[in-house]
C-alpha cells in the first residue's frame, strides 16, 4: 500500500543555517504530495504541495520538489528562523475516491536563536 | 471565516467508559475526515464521509470505535469501552470537492483524549 517515510527527528539548527528534511514515498499511480506543518499549541496547516512531477511547492520560503525518479519531496529552506520551529509532515494523497492523506511519522524541528 | 471546531478540547475518562467527539466542518464542505494522532502510531486516517455517508471506514482500528454525520454538517466519531491504547489527539479535516478536484484539508484543533 501507499506509504510515506521521512526522515527523524529532532532537527536542532541554529537560526539562518539551511535545512532538509527528507521525505520518500511509495505509491501507485501518481499522488499528490503535501508538506503540512504544526506549531506549538496550533493546528495543522498545509504548508505547500505538489500535484505532479517535478512540481515544484513553495510558500514562507520553503520549497519540495516532487521527484517521480527517486519518490522524493524534500523540504529545504535556505535560512531558517526561530519562529519555523514546528513539526513537519509530509504526506500524500492518491486522490482517488477518498483523497485521504497518508502521513509520515514527523519530524521536529527546533531552531536555536 | 469560520474553520473547522472541535470539541472537547480535552477529555479525560477512565477505562471502559464510552466518549463523544464532535467536529464541525466548514460551511459548504462535503468532504469530512477523521484522523488520530498518537505516539506510538503517528498521524493515522480513521474514517471519510462524503455527505452523509462514509465510504471509506478502512482505518477504524476497531469495532469500539464509530462515526456518523447529520445534515451533511457535524460528525461525531464514538468510541465504546474506552482503553488506554485509544489515548491520543483526533483531528477533524474537512474539504470541497470541485469541478477541478480534490481540495485541500482543513484541519481543526484537535480533541485530546486521555483514558486513564
Known amino acids: 500500500g501507499n506509504s510515506v517515510t521521512q526522515m527523524e527527528g529532532p532537527v536542532t539548527l541554529s537560526e539562518e543555517a539551511f535545512l532538509t528534511i527528507n521525505c520518500t514515498y511509495t505509491?501507485?499511480?501518481?499522488?499528490?504530495l503535501f508538506w503540512y506543518v504544526q506549531y506549538p499549541g496550533e493546528g495543522l496547516q498545509l504548508l505547500l504541495k505538489a500535484t505532479k512531477a517535478d512540481d515544484k511547492g513553495s510558500n514562507k520560503g520553503f520549497e519540495a520538489t516532487y521527484r517521480k525518479e527517486t519518490t522524493s519531496f524534500h523540504l529545504e529552506k535556505g535560512s531558517v528562523q526561530v519562529s519555523d520551529s514546528a513539526v513537519y509532515f509530509c504526506?500524500?494523497?492518491?486522490?482517488?475516491?477518498?483523497?485521504?492523506?497518508?502521513f509520515g511519522t514527523g519530524t521536529l524541528l527546533a531552531v536555536q536563536p | 471565516g469560520a474553520g473547522v471546531s472541535q470539541s472537547p478540547s480535552n477529555k479525560v475518562t477512565e477505562k471502559g467508559k464510552d466518549v463523544e467527539l464532535r467536529c464541525d466542518p466548514i460551511?459548504?464542505?462535503?468532504?469530512l475526515y477523521w484522523y488520530r494522532q498518537s505516539l506510538g502510531q503517528g498521524l493515522e486516517f480513521l474514517i471519510y464521509f462524503q455527505g452523509n455517508s462514509a465510504p471509506d471506514k478502512s482505518g477504524l482500528p476497531s469495532d469500539r470505535f464509530s462515526a456518523e454525520r447529520t445534515g451533511g454538517s457535524v460528525s461525531t466519531l464514538t468510541i465504546q469501552r474506552t482503553q488506554q491504547e485509544d489515548s491520543a489527539v483526533y483531528l477533524c479535516?474537512?474539504?470541497?470537492?470541485?469541478?477541478?478536484?480534490?481540495?485541500?484539508?482543513?484541519f481543526g484543533p484537535g480533541t485530546r483524549l486521555t483514558v486513564l
Open positions: 505509491a501507485t499511480g501518481y499522488p499528490s
Open positions: 479535516a474537512s474539504s470541497l470537492m470541485s469541478s477541478g478536484g480534490w481540495n485541500e484539508q482543513f
Open positions: 460551511s459548504g464542505h462535503t468532504a
Open positions: 504526506a500524500l494523497s492518491d486522490g482517488g475516491a477518498t483523497n485521504k492523506l497518508i
